[in-house]
């Protein structure tokens, strides 16, 4: 079953979650984080899924980090990265399915729903956060949730508001050397895996990694 749905004021949840070491509070998590990302400001179509998904993500695991350390994020993030790897070489790398901007060309969204949105989303904002630092990364969501809220947006919204976020907020060199990072198109609209190799590398993943390949 669906581990968790979001609803308004409710989320609905698989008895399979609810257990007692809370080793499933990630999905809780997730849900709950829809209330601003999917519910308060929702994603006009299929196409553009990943307003809700991929911010939805980026929330749960700066959550999860709070709670339970950066690292423990990093490495949830670096575990679904390899599911997205391999969802994608299912598809096929230059399958439309595999961009953040998806053409269902009369499909049923459920027979193509893979971690694109959830991952390549999130690392698309991952991304945008080191460019710009994580203090004003939380801004920019705050003025996005104020100024979309109760709305349907598409990718173009979402890229007209944070360009115009960091015009205000940083002076004109910095701000144009910024935005000269981005490559919106190839974020969106391109297939296969992230233009930029996120870094989600950590000392603990590493160590696993290691002792794993030691047996």
């Given at each position: 079953?669906?581990?968790?749905?979001?609803?308004?004021?409710?989320?609905?949840?698989?008895?399979?979650?609810?257990?007692?070491?809370?080793?499933?509070?990630?999905?809780?998590?997730?849900?709950?984080?829809?209330?601003?990302?999917?519910?308060?400001?929702?994603?006009?179509?299929?196409?553009?899924?990943?307003?809700?998904?991929?911010f939805?993500?980026?929330?749960?695991?700066?959550?999860?980090a709070?709670?339970?350390?950066?690292?423990?994020?990093?490495?949830?993030?670096?575990?679904?990265?390899?599911?997205?790897?391999?969802?994608?070489?299912?598809l096929?790398?230059?399958?439309?399915?595999?961009?953040?901007?998806?053409?269902?060309?009369?499909?049923?969204?459920?027979?193509?729903?893979?971690?694109?949105?959830?991952?390549?989303?999130?690392?698309f904002?991952?991304?945008?956060?080191q460019?710009?630092?994580?203090?004003?990364?939380?801004?920019?969501?705050?003025?996005?949730?104020t100024?979309?809220?109760?709305?349907?947006?598409?990718?173009?919204?979402?890229?007209?508001?944070?360009?115009?976020?960091?015009?205000?907020?940083?002076d004109?060199?910095?701000?144009?050397?910024?935005?000269?990072l981005?490559?919106?198109?190839?974020?969106?609209?391109?297939?296969?895996?992230?233009?930029?190799?996120?870094?989600?590398?950590?000392?603990?993943?590493?160590?696993?990694?290691?002792?794993?390949?030691?047996?």
């Amino acid at each position: 079953p669906i581990g968790g749905m979001e609803n308004p004021l409710l989320t609905f949840v698989s008895p399979t979650i609810v257990v007692g070491d809370k080793s499933s509070v990630d999905v809780a998590v997730h849900e709950i984080c829809h209330s601003w990302f999917g519910n308060l400001v929702t994603s006009l179509n299929w196409n553009n899924f990943w307003l809700n998904e991929g911010f939805t993500t980026f929330a749960e695991r700066k959550v999860d980090a709070y709670f339970f350390g950066d690292s423990v994020a990093k490495v949830a993030a670096k575990l679904e990265n390899e599911t997205m790897y391999f969802d994608m070489q299912d598809l096929g790398f230059d399958s439309n399915y595999t961009s953040l901007n998806p053409q269902t060309n009369g499909n049923h969204p459920d027979d193509v729903m893979t971690s694109v949105p959830y991952e390549k989303g999130y690392q698309f904002l991952t991304y945008l956060e080191q460019l710009v630092d994580p203090e004003n990364m939380r801004a920019f969501l705050q003025s996005y949730i104020t100024k979309f809220q109760g709305q349907s947006i598409r990718a173009e919204d979402f890229q007209s508001h944070f360009t115009g976020f960091v015009l205000k907020t940083f002076d004109s060199s910095t701000a144009e050397r910024i935005l000269s990072l981005i490559d919106f198109a190839k974020w969106i609209n391109g297939t296969g895996m992230p233009p930029v190799t996120v870094d989600l590398d950590t000392r603990e993943y590493t160590a696993a990694v290691a002792l794993a390949d030691s047996f």
